[in-house]
């Protein structure tokens, strides 16, 4: 078995880097909003979505009246024209070309060099790479020249995204510290992370193979990695933890193994069945993004799943006790005796909550409330080139273009006219109207004219709006074009026109994960309930950890809010303050949460119905379920912490704000939630915690739990 895997890890890995894969930075829609109709029909006129690059060159001494300047941006134009595989020379122009004095700053200190390059967006990065090169090359000292686009700045976020993706392997050594605490053994401490490993990387190999076919966002590695990480480690960790248990009680090697496969390895196999649901949610929503998403972190969960069942066994049965080997002084020997549960800090705890359950509800879930508070005033959009890191180049050039020119020039909005004839009066006529009343908006620019293709059926030009162009002022600006410049001139034209471009693509985005947003919630609650009544044949388990779930993602809402948005703590801990939080995110937090969050709660009310089906005592069983997984659930969500954690000091605001979210749900969800609300209500319930209707008896029984207790020999000593 352990060589099938190694075998297939080989395969794929050898066949991923054979096809190299085809990612993208591009939102890419499934469905036909205005702005994918406009992209593809400027495709059809263009060859593809005119990628605007901006030369910018500053001097705060000299103006552009100077001959020195004059002479600087010369050199640069000549350099810029003598680059045909990278760019159009015919589109590179300048101030001293054209005598346009929009390309000149209020102070005359700074000049714009557009031009357009050759090509799509994703065999963009080595174009904008040489032409940096070369502008750099021709720059004099006292000259600052910079680039800004749409494909300059999507290779700055694939190189952060690269980046980030680096520094979360920089965590793996704290991962393995915690898993060594928890275990108080290197040898037991391994076997989660080469479980993690294996599965990590052939899902990378498998989502590069998918996206030869179906290009995939080139976020999607940094999301396999993340999730891989997390429920890797943390299904070998429950399942190794319960094979030492077993044999703690004196099974033999094999007996052990059963066990763990008739307990923990199931409620491993149902927690990811409950991920997976969670996840395909993502694929329901109609974009790239979300179905990349889905994709990549539905196949790493699949693989630990797989991984856990069968090489982990097989692992096992090879080491048997030598699962304990180089066990630490003092924590060894403290965990070769944790089995003894009603000792200790987390028995204490146990029987605390046990003791005063309305206190314990009460306190939890007000914390949580509290916690979910800010998220009522959550601002949704994108962050853009504000998001990026202050040493990159394209924000430079976007705090320049935002400052003195416009920064919609980054990436202009496209609008086209289709008609039978645009070249005829009836068509002619309101175009020009439209033209007039963009030229007149102050909020806009027009920056091309009219290009007709050769059938004379599409017309297209390009104009700017203020600010970021995911920014709220230039998604109003364009949305105006869209409800009030276009239906005042063409509205009774025998012509359509549509608005695209960059901030029309965000505005369709925003509104796309508007619609989809309640959809999901319902797909995803809907199943995760079906799945939870048959594996715990009750109705009141599933309800309470839809209710309990939903209470730590909202605050997990609630917190990224705060920090994020309001700022609360945001310098002293080293994260950027902007003015939204990324559109996607609180969907994609929630299918993932939701899904994670399910692993701490099968694990524990498995332990907690396999000992009420020992005993019928619901308090007992409560107290006992609690006891026996709070120091295995705590050092999971410790690594869970740890990972998501190296998310959150990366350097892309959106990685940032997915590590602080989910490693706060995380936290609050195996701290407060599982070891407070989760036996609290349970208490308070008691034997209705099992409730299930007459009329539901006859739906199949799929516990997780073992059906009868294994025979418990006498305790042995294992080394």
Known sequence: MIGAWLVALVIVMFAANAVGGVFTTDIEFTSNPESQAAKRLIEQVRGSEPLIETVIVRNDALTVDDPAFRAQVEAIVQQLRGMAEQLDPTTVASYYDTGIEQLVSADRHTTLVPMLLTGSLDDSPEKVNAIEAAIHGAAQPDFTVLMGGFASLNEAFTQAAEHDLSAESRVLPIAFVILVLVFGAVVAAMIPMAVAGVAIFIAFGLVTLISEQWPLSTFVQNMVLLIGLAVGIDYALFIVERFREERGKGHAVNDALGVAGDTATRAVLFSGVTVVIALMGLLIVPTNIFRSFGVGASIVVILSVAASLTMLPAILSLLGDRVNMLSIPLIGARRSHQHDTNSGAWAAIARAVMARPVISAVLSGGLLIVLAIPYFSIQLGASGPASI????????????????????RLAPTNIVVTATDVTAPAVQTPLAALVAALVADPDIEVISEPLVNAERSIAIFSVTVPGDTAGDRAIATMKRIRNEHVPATFGGADAQVLVGGQTALQSDFFHLVTVYTPIVFIFVLS???????????SIVVPLKAIVMNLLSVGAAYGVLVAVFQKGWLAGPLGFQTVPEIEAWLPLFMFTVLFGLSMDYHVFLLSRIRERFDETHNNTESVAYGVRSTANIITGAAAIMVAVFSGFAFGSLVMFQQIGVGL???????????????????????????????????????????????????????VR
């Open 527 to 537: 199943f995760s309930f079906i799945l939870l009544l048959l594996v715990f044949r």
């Open 389 to 408: 890191p202050p040493a990159y180049e394209v924000r430079q050039a976007f705090e320049i273009l935002n400052e003195e020119f416009s920064a919609g």
């Open 663 to 717: 490693a706060v749900a995380v936290f609050l969800d195996a701290t407060v939630v599982r070891t407070v609300l989760v036996p609290s209500t349970m208490r308070l319930l008691g034997d209705r915690n099992w409730y299930l209707p007459t009329w539901l008896r006859w739906v199949p029984d799929l516990r997780v739990e073992r059906n009868a207790p294994a025979p418990t020999p006498e305790p042995v000593a």
